[in-house]
């Protein structure tokens, strides 16, 4: 299993990820039509915050033991049990926001306009997701599952 892996060494905080995330999930997938014509207007499902001594890509981590798939009233977030990734079903969300409240890492949005949420979904169309071939500093890379992991066990203590 892939996940996407941050190296907040060389990230710059260009949102470059945020662009490309934006651009993968609009209509158009025109990067001018995503920007200025789409309504509503995708929403990045990762954003970059500024963190203490630089930036910080947050995005969906696909936790072992999701707190969103807990916290989710309706069923639209899911764990698949083959891939590990979190999966959104948008059309069982009630847009009640609990798993944006239950996510530790602040990793989902809501979406006001469609009265759902937009988070990580890997870009399941594409070989890479959008945030890492939009990275040109190669601060988000793909790797295998064990390194996130070992990620995720020091974001936890």
């Not at 662009?19 to 014509?37: G, T």
């Not at 999701?66 to 069982?92: E, H, I, K, N, Q």
């Not at 945030?131 to 599952?145: D, F, I, Y």
């Amino acid at each position: 299993m892939k996940r996407i892996r941050v190296n907040e060494d060389v990230c710059i905080g260009c949102r470059l990820c945020e662009i490309s995330c934006v651009v993968e999930h609009s209509l158009s997938r025109d990067i001018l039509k995503a920007f200025k014509s789409e309504s509503p207007p995708s929403l990045s499902r990762i954003s970059v915050r500024q963190a203490k001594d630089g930036f910080l890509p947050v995005r969906c981590l696909h936790c072992p033991e999701p707190a969103c798939v807990d916290a989710c009233l309706t069923g639209a977030l899911s764990r698949d049990p083959s891939s590990g990734l979190v999966l959104y079903d948008a059309t069982r969300c009630v847009g009640c926001w609990t798993c944006v409240i239950a996510c530790p890492f602040g990793a989902i949005t809501p979406d006001a306009a469609r009265q759902s949420i937009a988070k990580c979904d890997m870009c399941p169309d594409l070989d890479v997701p959008a945030c890492v071939a939009g990275c040109s500093n190669r601060a988000l890379t793909l790797e295998e599952a064990a390194v996130e992991a070992a990620i995720l066990e020091s974001v936890e203590r």
